[in-house]
C-alpha cells in the first residue's frame, strides 16, 4: 500500500488526538478525587486507547517528518505519566486499601521512580522490551482494585514493582515484541475482557465474578513474568 502524502494538516490533527489523553486524564483525576472509582477507571481505558492508536497512526502519515519541531515522543511521555502513573498513585492512596503512612509510601514511590524511568534513554532493548518495570501502574493498580488484595499485599506489590524499575528484566511491549506476539496480544485482549467485565459489574453495584478475577490474575501474570521469562531461555535481548 502506498504512503499517503505529507500532509500538516493531518500531522497536526494527530498530535491533538494525542493531547486528548490529557482531558481523559483529567476526567480520570476528577472522579478520583470524588471516590468514582468505575469512572476513573474508564477515562483511563479510554486514554489508553488513544495511547494504543496514535502511534501507528503518527508513523502511518508520517508525522516526525512533517511536523520536526512538534515532539509526538515527549508529547506522549507526559501524558503517559499521568495517566500510567500519577493517577495509578492517587488512586492507590484514595482506595483505602492501605493506611495512610503506607498509602504515601506506595505513592512516593510510584511517582519519583516513574519520573525517573521515564527520563531514561535506555528503558527499551533492542527486541523492544522495557528494561525494568515499565510503568504501567495503571494496569497494576486496576488489578489490586479487581482483586482486592490485604493491605500487605498491595504493598508488597508495589514495593517489589518499584525495586524491578530498575533491574535489568525485560518486561515485553505487547504489539512491538515479536515473539510470541499473537499470544501475547491474546493475552492482552482477554485481559481487556476481563477487565470491562469488571467494570460492568461495578458500574450496577454488583460483586466482579470469580470469572473475571481469576481471568485478570492470570492474563496480568503473564503479561508481567513473560519478558523476564523469553529472557532466561535467551530468546530475546
Known sequence: MDRPPNNVLIGFSIHLFTASGAFWAFLALVAAAEGRF????FWLGVALLVDGVDGPMARYFNVKTVLPNWSGELLDCIIDYVTFALIPAFALYQSGFLDEIYSFICAA????????????TRMKSRDNCFIGFPICWNMLVFTLFVMEPGWY???GVVIVSTALTFSPLLFVHPVRVKLWRPFTLSMLALWTLFGLMALYSWYFGMEVSSIAKIGIAITGLYLYCVGFVQQLLGKVA
Do not use: G
Not at 109 to 120: E, F, G, K, Q, R
Open 38 to 41: 468505575t469512572n476513573m477507571w
Open 109 to 120: 514511590l510510584i511517582v519519583c521512580t516513574s519520573a525517573i524511568y521515564y527520563a531514561d
Open 153 to 155: 499485599i498491595a504493598f
